[in-house]
């Protein structure tokens, strides 16, 4: 079927740390890849997308490459901040219309 | 442009209710997704409508189901509540149409059923 999944956490790093969130999807299909963003108390934000391989999405220093050979969609950033503390959704598109199949989150502490 | 709206924003039922939640899309978008969101489960997606017509539909039982209006508001209805339907409920919105993939989350609805 179509799944995703996401690294587990939650992830600890200092501030000013390099950041990977490891995402891999079922190949099936030809889905739309998005990395959602949710704060406490907030629902998601949309932080980047990728609609075919190859593609790099990226938004406020976060960056993911659509990586069909290996069906994966890791979240990178150089630096993170504190700010940046949240947990993280990979999620892909199934089937036709815009139903969504989210990862399980990966929650980040950004330490000082 | 006003985000997604949901409301109310929390709600405390008791098991055998029934509850309705709303949701107000961004302007000029015409399809609306509802997914359910527990620590257990995680993101489950409900059903989307777009132009009044459901177009797809996750695998929850019958109690859930939902509308939605000509100006594109939708509403969920969960009926004979359950425990276990205690969730954060959200709704996404977006332009619709066969390729529009770009969802917009509203703050959500907390539904606590005792």
């Known amino acids: 079927g179509n799944s995703v999944t996401q690294m587990e956490g939650p992830v600890t790093l200092s501030e000013e740390a390099f950041l990977t969130i490891n995402c891999t999807y079922t190949?099936?299909?030809?889905?739309?890849l998005f990395w959602y963003v949710q704060y406490p108390g907030e629902g998601l934000q949309l932080l980047l997308k990728?609609?075919?391989?190859?593609d790099k999405g990226s938004n406020k220093g976060f960056e993911a490459t659509y990586r069909k050979e290996t069906t994966s969609f890791h979240l990178e950033k150089g630096s993170v901040q504190v700010s940046d503390s949240a947990v993280y959704f990979c999620?892909?598109?199934?089937?036709?219309?815009?139903?969504?199949?989210f990862g399980t989150g990966t929650q980040l502490k950004v330490e000082l | 442009k006003a985000g997604v709206t949901q409301t109310p924003r929390y709600l405390i039922k008791t098991r055998g209710q029934q509850v309705t939640l709303s949701c107000s899309p961004i302007?000029?978008?015409?399809?609306v997704s509802w997914y359910q969101q527990t620590p257990g489960q995680g993101l489950q997606f409900l059903f989307e409508?777009?132009?009044?017509?459901?177009?797809n539909k996750g695998n929850f039982p019958g109690r859930f189901s939902g509308r939605q209006f000509s100006n594109s508001r939708s509403e969920m209805n969960v009926s004979t509540l359950e425990l276990g339907d205690s969730a954060l409920y959200l709704c996404?919105?977006?332009?619709?149409?066969?390729?529009?993939?770009?969802?917009?989350f509203g703050p959500g609805t907390r539904l606590t059923v005792t």
């Open positions: 190949a099936t299909g030809y889905p739309s």
């Open positions: 990728a609609t075919k391989a190859d």
């Open positions: 409508y777009f132009s009044e017509t459901q177009r």
């Open positions: 999620a892909r598109t199934t089937g036709g219309g815009n139903k969504l199949t």
């Open positions: 302007s000029g978008h015409r399809s």
């Open positions: 996404a919105s977006s332009l619709g149409g066969t390729y529009s993939y770009e969802q917009y």
